[in-house]
């Protein structure tokens, strides 16, 4: 049975929940209320706060910071030094900690490296974002985010693949449809 790994140089908080096979690397810190899920992994100086919620199978890079309100779901990928807020009007002399928003990615869900997520919006299913984009307003499933801000640039398949004009996967041949702006997999099952 795969067993959680915890570095000697990480941060457990009493009461934070760590899923069977998680991996926590170097100069981690989760802090007490949080909730990791099974089979994560958390590179190197990464930060989970209070709340803050990762379903299983998340990969967590370097240097990513998860606030309060943050919550992921299964097989979302947050790239390096990627960055997600928690108040839209942060001063330094205003206490703000009861205006937290929560920020909800997805399953499947990819963050680029260096991105920026504005908290309050909520990341579709298996949308990916790519590296240094700033994410303003909700993004559609299956939906390729790039830019700054981030817009729309076309759609990927499940496994990451960029989709053509016949919303087919190259990678795996999976059909999609898009009805009514969204893009689902034909075969929503497989």
């Known amino acids: 049975m795969n067993k959680t790994f915890i570095h000697e140089s990480a941060f457990i908080d009493a009461g934070a929940k760590i899923g069977e096979g998680t991996k926590i ?10 909730e990791i ?9 990464v930060f989970v706060g209070n709340k803050a919620k990762l379903g299983n199978n998340v990969k967590v890079q370097n240097n990513v910071s998860l606030y309060e309100g943050v ?4 097989d979302v990928f ?3 030094s990627m960055v997600f807020t928690n108040v839209i009007n942060p001063r330094s002399n205003v206490n703000r900690k009861e205006e937290f928003r ?4 997805k399953k499947g869900a990819s963050i680029g ?4 997520i504005v908290c309050g919006i909520t990341l579709g299913e298996y949308c990916f974002i790519g590296a240094g984009a700033v994410v303003t307003k909700d993004v ?6 790039v830019g700054v801000p981030a817009r729309q640039k076309g759609w990927v398949s499940k496994s990451g693949a960029i989709l053509g004009s016949d919303l087919i996967c190259p990678e795996t041949g999976e059909k999609y ?3 009514n702006g969204f893009l689902k997999p034909q075969n929503p099952d497989t």
């Open 25 to 34: 690397w170097h100069f981690c810190h989760v802090m007490g209320t949080a």
């Open 37 to 45: 899920g099974e089979d994560c992994v958390l590179g190197q100086n």
């Open 71 to 74: 919550v992921c779901e299964d």
């Open 78 to 80: 947050l790239g390096p």
């Open 102 to 105: 929560k920020t909800l990615v």
């Open 113 to 116: 490296a260096n991105a920026t």
């Open 140 to 145: 559609l499933p299956f939906a390729l985010m």
């Open 177 to 179: 449809i898009l009805a």
